[in-house]
């Protein structure tokens, strides 16, 4: 049996066509059903529906044999005990740092908002910059309206949520994309069944960025 691991939302969204493409089609619909286990058309491999941030921790510990993450939560996991021999090229953003519109030059010692401290903290350390870390769940952007922290360090995509909440990017932290973990000893133990379902997804990926390089030259 092979355990994989997924976040519902965007990574699940964007992750489908590419586990299509390696032969694996989900039996549920994970934004329909309250199914957290989720059976395939493959009788040896199943999905277990996971917030973000858990998916590495259930890797880990072997409770799925591989996972999808973000970059980003990776990064704030520490990456002990999982392999990451793919990027997925999904879910692709950027973390940066952002300020209020006017208020682009950070005191000294900032206080910075995030719910990325590990990426944070590395972040103003490789400036030799001191900051105070904020640690929130969500809604980052609030931080500076209303005077609970000088910037702050989340994701961004079109630019839309940034541009809404009058902040604009005063820092590039690092780019984001979704990558293939592996539980080591999954790796060993089930060697044959997990190198052929990383080709095939290897295979996916390659096919599906060939296909956006051939659309790109065609417009
Ligand atoms: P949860 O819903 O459990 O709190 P989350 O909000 O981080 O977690 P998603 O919004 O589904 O979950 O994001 C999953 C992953 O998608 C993130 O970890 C990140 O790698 C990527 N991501 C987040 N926001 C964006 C975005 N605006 N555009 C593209 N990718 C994104
Ligand atoms: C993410 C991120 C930003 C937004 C950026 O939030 O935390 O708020 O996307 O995307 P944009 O640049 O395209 O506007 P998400 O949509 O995942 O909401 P959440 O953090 O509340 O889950």
């Given at each position: 049996m092979l355990t994989i691991a997924i976040s519902k939302g965007r990574i699940y969204?964007?992750?489908?066509?590419?586990?299509?493409?390696?032969g694996i089609r989900p039996n549920d619909d994970p934004d329909t059903s309250r199914k957290l286990l989720l059976d395939t058309n493959l009788a040896d491999v199943r999905l277990l529906v996971l917030r973000a941030?858990?998916?590495p921790t259930f890797v880990e510990h072997g409770a799925a044999d591989?996972?999808?993450?973000?970059?980003?939560?990776l990064l704030e996991h520490g990456g002990g005990g999982l392999y990451e021999p793919l990027d997925l090229g999904i879910a692709r953003c950027r973390m940066v740092v952002a300020a209020r519109r006017?208020?682009?030059s950070l005191p000294r010692r900032p206080r910075v908002a995030t719910k990325y401290v590990v990426s944070t903290r590395r972040y103003f350390a490789?400036?030799?910059v001191q900051a105070e870390i904020i640690e929130l769940y969500g809604s980052m952007e609030l931080a500076p309206l209303v005077g609970l922290a000088d910037c702050i360090v989340d994701l961004v995509d079109t630019g839309g949520t940034l541009a809404a909440n009058d902040l604009v990017e005063v820092g590039d932290v690092c780019p984001i994309s979704s990558r293939l973990v592996v539980n080591?000893?999954?790796?060993?133990?089930k060697h044959?069944?997990?190198?052929?379902?990383?080709?095939s997804l290897a295979d996916a990926v390659s096919n599906v960025s060939a296909q956006g390089a051939g659309r790109a030259r065609a417009s």
């Open positions: 969204r964007e992750a489908l066509p590419l586990l299509d493409a390696a941030r858990d998916v591989a996972g999808i993450a973000g970059k980003d939560v006017g208020c682009e490789q400036k030799s080591r000893a999954s790796m060993k133990m044959e069944r997990m190198k052929a379902f990383i080709d």
